[in-house]
Nanobody, 129 residues
């Protein structure tokens, strides 16, 4: 059974950094897609970053390019989201999502949401000004 668990959220001041972690278990196959999404109260869910765990192809939303970095550690079954230069508008619940044996997709599909089979429970990120 596939399980995703997020951690690393918290409260920081604008300009600060956080690193989110997604622990993945039960996922088989060598080429999978893991992504981070976020949802703020009253707003739609937004794809933030995604990575193919077999070849490290990564995709980012325009709103986080240059500030966020998604990486993986296959040996530990972990995917990370390093978030730097945080802004108040980054405040949201952040979710990890995964798709096994993912086919090639466009950036729009990777960050779109409906393609993912599995979702974590989320971790809260709050950025104060």
């Amino acid at each position: 059974q596939v399980h995703l668990v997020e951690s690393g959220g918290g409260s920081v001041q604008a300009g600060g950094s956080l690193r989110l972690s997604c622990t993945t278990s039960g996922i088989s196959g060598s080429l999978n897609l893991v992504a981070w999404f976020r949802q703020a109260p009253g707003k739609e869910r937004e794809g933030v970053a995604g990575i193919y765990t077999g070849d490290d192809r990564a995709y980012y939303a325009d709103s986080v390019k240059g500030r966020f970095t998604i990486t993986e550690d296959n040996a530990k079954n972990m995917v990370y989201l390093q978030m730097n230069a945080l802004k108040p508008e980054d405040t949201a619940m952040y979710y990890c999502a995964a798709l096994e044996r993912a086919p090639p997709m466009t950036a729009r599909q990777v960050l779109g949401g409906p393609v993912y089979q599995y979702w974590g429970q989320g971790t809260q990120v709050t950025v104060s000004s």
